[in-house]
């Protein structure tokens, strides 16, 4: 037996004993009621907005961190986010910079959020996330690839946390500390646990040298993780939802779900999911998810040239009450104007048809039709 298969049979174990002590206590472990998540979810207007990196910053550290903390960027682009009628971003934060500098950290957290708040806008924070760079440093960022999509994003966890559970005691530290500074804060919307946090992220590295960059069996491991986190959430109390989303396989029924996907469904108060497929795809998945009676919110979407557009999603999404956050917003260090494939596939100019992002650095818009389709659903003229 190897040491890593131990660590995958031990990771079970604590899943085992977490789902005894759910149990135990009453519930998932204080997981809101459906008439609390539905009765929240009726006070909200339609959330709308995007998952937020201001066009200065490469990944998550280098948009916390003290040095390259742009506030005067940020509050730029949120206003870009309020012209448009956005009422909320989807914001990442990450591990690391909590062991760096906690106080610090908390401090650059609050001045997001008043900048936030003066243009209108909450805010949903991601606490950990398994996509992309699975050996993240602080410090100075690498510059990014020339026209590669997200060349510089880093999970959070690290690989070497993540398949170390004696280093888990500072996650929770930092799980609990963020939760509980802003607990009761009116500008925080939603708490998101753990961003697709079975990724392998083979598109990225290719079957070839995932083994070399990925942590083996991380969905086992990742799932022992994202229980433990959830615990670790609800201990802080927030009055706001916890979640983690959905974003791949089956959601038919619990039975046909990964163990990652029914755990997320049934310990959510609120169902999030991702969906990057035409409107003909979306409708049956979002009719699967229909069945949890719970409220829904797409936390990514839109990719031109895959079909998943502000002018055939939007809408629909309206019409469902479904909250909607594209990703990415104003072009910049983390080229997601450049498709999922340029990890593979060699690009030398700007792509003929841009991935995600509305804005341009300038502030001009990629396709004004979309801004203005944007501004007549969110009501802004």
Known sequence: ??????????????????????????????????????????KQPWLVGCNFI??????????????????????????????????SVRVFLHDMLWEQDSKGFLDRIDQFLAVADKHGI???????????????????????KPHVHNSGWVQGPSGEVLRDPSKHAALQAYVKG??????????????????????????????QSKTKTEVPDKPQLALALITKAFAWAREAMPSQPITSGVWVGSWKSLEEMSPMSRFCVEHS?????????????????????????????????????????????????????????????????????????????????????WFHDIFRKDGTAYREDEVKLIRSLTGVK
């Open 122 to 144: 909450g805010v949903m924070f991601v606490l950990f996330d398994g996509c992309w760079d699975p050996q993240p440093h602080l410090g100075k960022q690498r510059d990014p």
């Open 178 to 207: 963020v939760i509980g500074r802003f607990k009761d804060d009116k500008r925080v919307q939603v708490w998101d646990i753990y961003n697709e946090p079975d990724n392998t992220n083979v598109n990225a590295y290719g079957e």
């Open 1 to 42: 037996m190897t040491i890593v298969h131990l660590v995958v049979i031990l990771a079970c174990a604590l899943i085992c004993c977490g789902c005894s002590m759910v149990s135990a206590a009453g519930g998932a472990s204080g997981r809101w009621s459906e008439k609390k998540a539905g009765d929240w979810y009726a």
């Open 269 to 353: 108060d609120i169902i999030t999911f991702h969906n990057y497929t035409a409107l003909d795809e979306l409708k049956p998945r979002v009719e699967h998810l229909r069945q949890f009676n719970r409220p829904l919110l797409c936390t990514e979407y839109m990719a031109r040239p895959v079909d998943s557009t502000f002018e055939t999603i939007l809408p629909y999404f309206k019409e469902q009450r479904i909250a909607a956050y594209n990703w990415g917003f104003v072009d910049g260090k983390s080229q997601t104007i450049y498709p999922w494939d340029s990890w593979k596939k060699q690009y030398t100019d700007e792509p003929p048809v």
């Open 54 to 87: 201001p066009s200065t910053a490469i990944n998550q550290l280098e948009m916390w961190q003290a040095d390259s903390f742009d506030l005067a960027t940020i509050d730029k682009e949120l206003a870009l986010a309020k012209g448009l009628g956005f009422n």
